[in-house]
């Protein structure tokens, strides 16, 4: 399995631009979410999704946009950049219910390795 | 205002010593915790959990702690290895499955041959 990927690694956007942070899992979770890591600050959850089709907002959505149109993937959309949002971005998966047994503890989530965006 | 608080931005710990995080949070409501461990450029990987209905949980070198009253949570590790060194994440969640974290700031652990 290669577990959960993010594309890309490194990203710089000019203020305004748009672009998408791609996250793929192969490993059939139902739970995806979308973190951001600030200095000083941990990680912050954005957005999350239970399963395709149904997604709802975290504790900082303002300014992203997300879809789970299959269970492998969950992008994740600035429509329009801002400095603010400068930070390195963590997807994450995991079962909603207790997995089958020995296959991860029930609530671990799998983080991708992160993409690091700088919003000029 | 920070839910979850790791007041000790950085520990450094001597090899076979015990190292010892620490974790607050001020909301009881919350029912399930967790530790998770990262290293430069790479994702958090999860480490090891506990639910408020319990007050401590092994897994090998790790324990963690855990005190309701005090809303104090805690990470031992005996004991210590160079490949500990990393940046450790408490985390919390409304209840074991909700999977909607709420992390502390870190703690980077280092330590020394």
């Known amino acids: 399995n290669a577990g959960v990927t993010q594309t890309p690694k490194f990203q710089v956007l000019k203020t305004g631009q748009s672009m998408t942070l791609q996250c793929a899992q192969d490993m059939n979770h139902e739970y995806m979410s979308w973190y951001r890591q600030d200095p000083g600050m941990g990680l912050r959850l954005i957005h999350y999704?239970?399963?395709?089709?149904?997604?709802d907002q975290g504790e900082v959505p303002n300014g992203y946009n997300v879809s789970r149109s299959t269970t492998e993937d969950f992008p994740l959309r600035l429509l329009s950049a801002a400095p603010s949002q400068t930070s390195v971005y963590f997807c994450?998966?995991?079962?909603?219910?207790?997995?089958?047994?020995?296959?991860?503890?029930?609530?671990?989530?799998?983080f991708g390795p992160g993409t690091r965006l700088t919003v000029l | 205002d920070q839910q979850v608080k790791q007041n000790s931005p950085s520990l450094s710990v001597q090899e076979g010593r015990i190292s010892i995080l620490n974790c607050d949070y001020t909301?009881?409501?919350?029912?399930?915790f967790l530790w998770y461990k990262k290293y430069p450029a790479e994702g958090p990987t999860f480490l090891i959990s506990?639910?408020?209905?319990?007050d401590k949980n092994e897994d090998g070198r790790f324990t963690v702690f855990l005190n309701k009253s005090a809303k104090h949570l805690s990470l031992h590790i005996v004991p210590s290895q160079p490949g500990d060194s990393a940046v450790y994440f408490c985390?919390?969640?409304?209840?074991?499955?909700?999977?909607?974290?709420?992390f502390g700031q870190g703690t980077r652990l280092t330590i020394n041959p």
């Open positions: 999704s239970v399963g395709a089709g149904i997604t």
């Open positions: 909301n009881s409501m919350f029912d399930y």
């Open positions: 994450a998966s995991s079962y909603r219910n207790p997995p089958p047994s020995g296959r991860a503890k029930f609530n671990e989530q799998f």
């Open positions: 506990i639910s408020s209905i319990k």
């Open positions: 985390a919390v969640d409304s209840r074991e499955g909700a999977q909607k974290l709420v």
